[in-house]
C-alpha cells in the first residue's frame, strides 16, 4: 500500500531508508513494464527522493520517463510525453542528472531505444520554437560526458536510426563537443579503430551525416585523412574520401536527395520517406515507428 508522505518527513534515518526502499521498488516495477496505471500510482502516492534539509518528494515525470528509458518501457514513455509533454521532458533533480540540463534524448541514444527517442522527438517539436534547440541540441557535462550532443553520442556509439531520427528533426551536425570535435569527427574516429569493426553500420551512418551536414563544413579530420590518404580510401571508398576532403563535389545521388530529405519538415520526418520519388531501396532507411 502507498505510504503517507507526511509520515516521511518526520521520521530521519528510518525516513531516509523508507525512500530508498520505495525508489528501488519503483525502478523494479518499470523494469518489469507493470502497467502504466500501476506506475503512476506509484509515483505520484509514494514518496521516493530524500533531499538536504529533510525535504521529501515524488518522482517528476523527466525522472520517470528516465526510468522508461532505461528499460524501454514504451506505453509509460509514450503515457509521461502525452499527458506530461513539458515536465516529462523538463531537468531532473541532481541525483539523476550532474547538471542542469534534460538528458533524455542522449539517454535514448545512449540505449539504443529508437522508438521512445521517435516520442521524445516529436515531444520536442510540440514545444515552442524558442525551447526546441536546448533540447535537440543539448550538450552533456563537459567532465562526465565531454560537451557532446545527442548526435556525438548516435556517432559515436554508431547508432544509425538514432542519428537519422535526430538530423531529420533538426539536430545540428556542426557543432563541437568539448574536445573540438563535430560528430562527423567522432564518427570518423569510429571509422578508423583497428580492427576494423561494424563497418557497414559506420557508412551508413556516415552515408546519413552526408545529406545533412553542410558542403563547407570545416571538421578537426580531414588533415589526418588528407595526410593518410590511401588508408582512408580504403576506408571509406574514393567517392566519399574524394567529397569529404572537397576534392570532388557530392554525388548526383547525394546532392538529389539533401534536396529531397530538405524538403520533409521536422514535423513529418521520418515518415514523410516513404513519400519521397525514389526506389525503396534508395532511401536511408526503413523507419516505420507509428506502430
Same mark, same amino acid.
Given at each position: 500500500?502507498?505510504?503517507?508522505?507526511?509520515?516521511?518527513?518526520?521520521?530521519?534515518?528510518?525516513? &531516509?531508508?523508507?525512500?530508498?526502499?520505495?525508489? #528501488?521498488?519503483?525502478? &523494479?516495477?518499470?523494469?518489469?513494464?507493470?502497467?502504466?496505471?500501476?506506475?503512476?500510482?506509484?509515483?505520484?502516492?509514494?514518496?521516493?527522493?530524500?533531499?538536504?534539509?529533510?525535504?521529501?518528494?515524488?518522482?517528476? /515525470?523527466?525522472?520517470?520517463?528516465?526510468?522508461?528509458?532505461?528499460?524501454?518501457?514504451? +506505453?509509460?514513455?509514450?503515457?509521461?510525453?502525452?499527458?506530461?509533454?513539458?515536465?516529462? !521532458?523538463?531537468? +531532473?533533480?541532481?541525483? #539523476?542528472?550532474?547538471? &542542469?540540463?534534460?538528458?533524455?534524448?542522449?539517454?535514448?541514444?545512449?540505449?539504443?531505444?529508437?522508438?521512445?527517442?521517435?516520442?521524445?522527438?516529436?515531444?520536442?517539436? *510540440?514545444?515552442?520554437?524558442?525551447?526546441?534547440?536546448?533540447?535537440?541540441?543539448?550538450?552533456?557535462?563537459?567532465?562526465?560526458?565531454?560537451?557532446?550532443?545527442?548526435?556525438?553520442?548516435?556517432?559515436?556509439?554508431?547508432?544509425?536510426?538514432?542519428?537519422?531520427?535526430?538530423?531529420?528533426?533538426? *539536430?545540428?551536425?556542426?557543432?563541437?563537443?568539448?574536445?573540438?570535435?563535430?560528430?562527423?569527427?567522432?564518427?570518423?574516429?569510429?571509422?578508423?579503430?583497428?580492427?576494423?569493426?561494424?563497418?557497414? *553500420?559506420?557508412?551508413?551512418?556516415?552515408?546519413?551525416?552526408?545529406?545533412?551536414? /553542410?558542403?563547407?563544413?570545416?571538421?578537426?579530420?580531414?588533415?589526418?585523412? !588528407?595526410?593518410?590518404?590511401?588508408?582512408?580510401?580504403?576506408?571509406?571508398?574514393?567517392?566519399?574520401?574524394?567529397?569529404?576532403?572537397?576534392?570532388?563535389?557530392?554525388?548526383?545521388?547525394?546532392?538529389?536527395?539533401?534536396?529531397?530529405?530538405?524538403?520533409?519538415? +521536422?514535423?513529418?520526418?521520418?515518415?514523410?520517406?516513404?513519400?519521397?520519388?525514389? +526506389?525503396?531501396?534508395?532511401?536511408?532507411?526503413?523507419?516505420?515507428?507509428?506502430?
Amino acid at each position: 500500500m502507498p505510504w503517507s508522505v507526511r509520515w516521511v518527513g518526520g521520521c530521519g534515518a528510518q525516513s &531516509q531508508k523508507q525512500c530508498k526502499k520505495s525508489s #528501488f521498488a519503483f525502478y &523494479q516495477a518499470v523494469r518489469d513494464l507493470l502497467p502504466v496505471w500501476f506506475l503512476e500510482d506509484m509515483r505520484t502516492m509514494e514518496v521516493f527522493h530524500w533531499e538536504d534539509g529533510g525535504k521529501v518528494s515524488v518522482y517528476s /515525470p523527466s525522472e520517470a520517463l528516465l526510468y522508461a528509458l532505461v528499460h524501454d518501457h514504451q +506505453p509509460y514513455a509514450r503515457h509521461l510525453l502525452t499527458k506530461f509533454p513539458q515536465s516529462a !521532458l523538463a531537468v +531532473p533533480s541532481q541525483s #539523476f542528472s550532474c547538471c &542542469q540540463s534534460a538528458p533524455h534524448l542522449a539517454m535514448a541514444v545512449r540505449y539504443n531505444r529508437v522508438r521512445v527517442l521517435f516520442r521524445i522527438l516529436k515531444a520536442v517539436q *510540440a514545444l515552442p520554437p524558442s525551447d526546441r534547440a536546448g533540447h535537440l541540441d543539448r550538450q552533456g557535462c563537459s567532465r562526465v560526458e565531454g560537451g557532446k550532443t545527442a548526435l556525438h553520442t548516435a556517432c559515436e556509439l554508431v547508432r544509425p536510426e538514432c542519428l537519422l531520427l535526430l538530423l531529420g528533426h533538426g *539536430a545540428s551536425p556542426c557543432l563541437r563537443d568539448s574536445a573540438g570535435n563535430t560528430p562527423l569527427d567522432t564518427l570518423l574516429q569510429q571509422i578508423s579503430h583497428v580492427p576494423a569493426a561494424n563497418m557497414r *553500420a559506420k557508412l551508413l551512418c556516415l552515408d546519413c551525416l552526408f545529406f545533412f551536414v /553542410p558542403q563547407d563544413l570545416k571538421f578537426a579530420m580531414k588533415q589526418q585523412l !588528407l595526410d593518410n590518404r590511401q588508408q582512408w580510401q580504403d576506408l571509406l571508398g574514393e567517392n566519399r574520401f574524394q567529397c569529404l576532403v572537397g576534392l570532388a563535389p557530392p554525388s548526383l545521388f547525394v546532392g538529389a536527395m539533401r534536396v529531397l530529405i530538405r524538403t520533409i519538415s +521536422p514535423e513529418h520526418f521520418p515518415e514523410a520517406l516513404d513519400n519521397l520519388p525514389l +526506389p525503396h531501396f534508395l532511401k536511408p532507411l526503413d523507419l516505420k515507428l507509428e506502430s
